[in-house]
């Protein structure tokens, strides 16, 4: 994997060079990481302008961690527990002779740019804006194999709980029990906080578990996702509790299923990140319930989540092959309740077989 890390860092420094930098400092967690293999909290990674340099405020190679940096790098752990990694990568690159550096100013405060200048006050730092972010968004085929894992983790987490006794379980016991069963799966974390809603917080996106339990005649509505090896898988479901769905449930899931496949059929290259938010928002805006959506339809997964693209009504950009993704549409009828159906997916051509389906587990609604 060395040499993928190494192929990485020096497209990123041939494209600061042709924008005039000669070196680049990354400080983004998931950037460094992405560039490095590995990084402790608040590394930075110095790309040129003669060796790249992880610079750490603590040790990489901690036994209690399994991942290492790419073997090509050369690593500066800072003396003390004051130093500050990036100060000292802008340090480092005015010792080797660099007249300029491109640095992240959107992961920088504004006090942590200053110091920068300050200790190399002959070094120019131009933006480098979000280069590493753009550079990320097309996967290659091992992080869509890690993808490919963290979906079938959470796949079975929610799995194994639909096999459960639910009526008379909190939502917060029902998230706690879903984020163990990822770990137990092979996962190393969550992706972001378990979402599980229940009667009237059902379809809400992003609701806190609280300690309402489960009621027969409920949606039961949870959104989960798994970290492997650092890349995160996403899906949401919706299911009814105990009896046969009502007419008013069975509507609103049907609406939302059809928004969800609008939205997953739009996914292939050449396609307007605007598009696909329309082609899923249309159905539930004729349906009548376009004023309960979302500013977005779905987003980027990797590193992190809710990274680019933005598949959103103002979106600029196009869909390219071997982007991952989610189509998340989800409709909260307040006091009621609501449905929220969401997949990770890779874009795909036609020529492939279309869009590459991650996450699995039935849309049909279910009775449990």
């Not at 110095?46 to 901690?62: E, K, M, N, T």
């Amino acid at each position: 994997m060395s040499d993928v890390y190494a192929a990485r860092r020096s497209r990123l420094l041939e494209r600061c060079l042709g924008n005039g930098s000669e070196a680049a400092l990354v400080t983004g967690a998931a950037n460094v990481r992405y560039l490095a293999g590995h990084a402790p909290a608040d590394a930075a990674l110095l790309v040129g302008p003669v060796h790249d340099v992880l610079l750490c405020a603590s040790d990489p190679f901690d036994a209690a961690s399994a991942a290492r940096p790419a073997g090509d790098l050369r690593v500066f752990v800072l003396p003390g527990t004051e130093g500050d990694p990036a100060v000292a990568g802008a340090e480092r690159a005015a010792a080797a002779g660099a007249g300029s550096l491109a640095v992240e100013e959107h992961h920088l405060t504004v006090r942590r740019h200053r110091a920068l200048g300050a200790v190399a006050p002959g070094l120019r730092l131009d933006d480098l804006g979000p280069a590493v972010e753009q550079q990320r968004l097309v996967k290659d085929e091992e992080e869509i194999s890690c993808l490919r894992i963290a979906a079938e983790i959470a796949d079975q987490a929610l799995g194994e709980l639909l096999e459960s006794i639910l009526v008379g379980r909190t939502e917060r016991h029902l998230a706690l029990e879903l984020e163990r069963r990822l770990v137990d799966h092979g996962a190393s974390g969550t992706a972001f906080p378990t979402s599980v809603g229940t009667g009237p917080d059902s379809g809400l996106a992003g609701h806190v578990p609280s300690d309402r339990r489960v009621e027969e005649g409920d949606f039961l509505s949870v959104c989960l996702g798994a970290d492997y090896r650092g890349y995160h898988s996403e899906i949401a479901r919706t299911f009814v509790i105990g009896t046969s769905p009502a007419d008013w449930q069975i509507e609103l899931y049907e609406q939302v299923f059809a928004a969800q496949r609008a939205g997953r059929e739009a996914l292939l290259p050449g396609t307007p990140y605007r598009d696909v938010d329309r082609a899923a928002r249309r159905v539930l805006e004729a349906a009548g319930h376009g004023d309960r959506l979302g500013p977005r339809i779905g987003h980027g997964v990797g590193l992190e989540n809710g990274e680019d693209p933005r598949l959103a009504p103002a979106a600029m950009g196009k869909l390219d092959a071997c982007v991952p993704v989610t189509v998340d549409p989800g409709v909260h009828l307040p006091g009621r309740g609501g449905v929220r159906i969401d997949d990770t997916l890779v874009v795909r051509p036609e020529a492939d077989g279309g869009p590459e389906l991650l996450t699995i587990t039935t849309k049909e609604l279910l009775a449990l």
